[in-house]
């Protein structure tokens, strides 16, 4: 498969990155009054990075550790089937309770809906939480589910015939977001 090439343009830098996440830990906190009852869960692989930073910045304005967690939900995938491959399966590590908890549900890049929706089936098999927020870094439109996030980074209108790129410092060794054009 031909790896995408680069429109020539960043959507989020380091800073513009940073600023996101900082507004989205502010909103997160003014929404459910506080720290208290939150537990942040990202959804493998970036949305672990982004949870944990998030995580990072409550901690920062409020003063308090909130729990965070990692759902891997390769096997509430609707798609499985159909894949060319069988992908890998992770460990889903969640050490708390969720039950009765305002869970914070962090993916890096929100799009159909489908990786949403198996994250939403995984987490219900965990407990029942009081509330379950979604937090994307970036929102880019053509959702085949009804599924609406709570706190978004950036919502960045695309073309079906472009894709959205997430490079984080803890995988990829650079904080940026760019929009590729996918190979014909």
Same mark, same amino acid.
């Given at each position: 498969?031909?790896?995408?090439?680069?429109?020539?343009?960043?959507?989020?830098?380091?800073?513009?990155?940073?600023?996101?996440?900082?507004?989205?830990?502010?909103?997160?906190?003014?929404?459910?009054?506080?720290?208290?009852?939150?537990?942040?869960? =990202?959804?493998?692989? #970036?949305?672990?990075?982004? *949870?944990?930073?998030?995580? &990072?910045?409550? !901690?920062? %304005?409020?003063? @308090?550790?909130?729990?965070?967690?990692?759902?891997?939900?390769?096997?509430?995938?609707?798609?499985?089937?159909?894949?060319?491959?069988?992908?890998?399966?992770?460990?889903?590590?969640?050490?708390?309770?969720?039950?009765?908890?305002?869970?914070?549900?962090?993916?890096?890049?929100?799009?159909? =809906?489908?990786?949403? #929706?198996?994250?939403?089936? *995984?987490?219900?098999?965990? &407990?029942?939480? !009081?509330? %379950?927020?979604? @937090?994307?870094?970036?929102?880019?439109?053509?959702?085949?589910?009804?599924?609406?996030?709570?706190?978004?980074?950036?919502?960045?209108?695309?073309?079906?015939?472009?894709?959205?790129?997430?490079?984080?410092?803890?995988?990829?060794?650079?904080?940026?977001?760019?929009?590729?054009?996918?190979?014909?």
């Amino acid at each position: 498969m031909a790896q995408p090439k680069a429109v020539g343009f960043f959507v989020l830098d380091k800073e513009t990155l940073a600023r996101a996440l900082t507004r989205m830990a502010h909103e997160i906190l003014e929404k459910n009054k506080g720290a208290g009852d939150l537990c942040i869960v =990202g959804i493998r692989k #970036r949305g672990v990075y982004i *949870a944990a930073r998030l995580a &990072g910045y409550i !901690k920062k %304005i409020e003063g @308090a550790e909130i729990p965070v967690g990692t759902l891997d939900v390769t096997l509430y995938r609707d798609d499985l089937g159909l894949a060319e491959f069988q992908p890998a399966v992770h460990k889903t590590e969640i050490n708390f309770d969720i039950t009765d908890k305002n869970i914070i549900l962090v993916d890096d890049v929100l799009f159909t =809906g489908r990786t949403i #929706r198996a994250a939403l089936d *995984a987490l219900i098999d965990l &407990g029942r939480p !009081k509330t %379950i927020q979604l @937090a994307v870094l970036i929102d880019r439109g053509h959702r085949e589910l009804p599924i609406r996030p709570d706190y978004v980074g950036k919502n960045i209108p695309t073309s079906q015939k472009q894709s959205v790129a997430v490079r984080l410092e803890e995988s990829d060794g650079v904080d940026e977001v760019l929009i590729v054009e996918k190979a014909e």
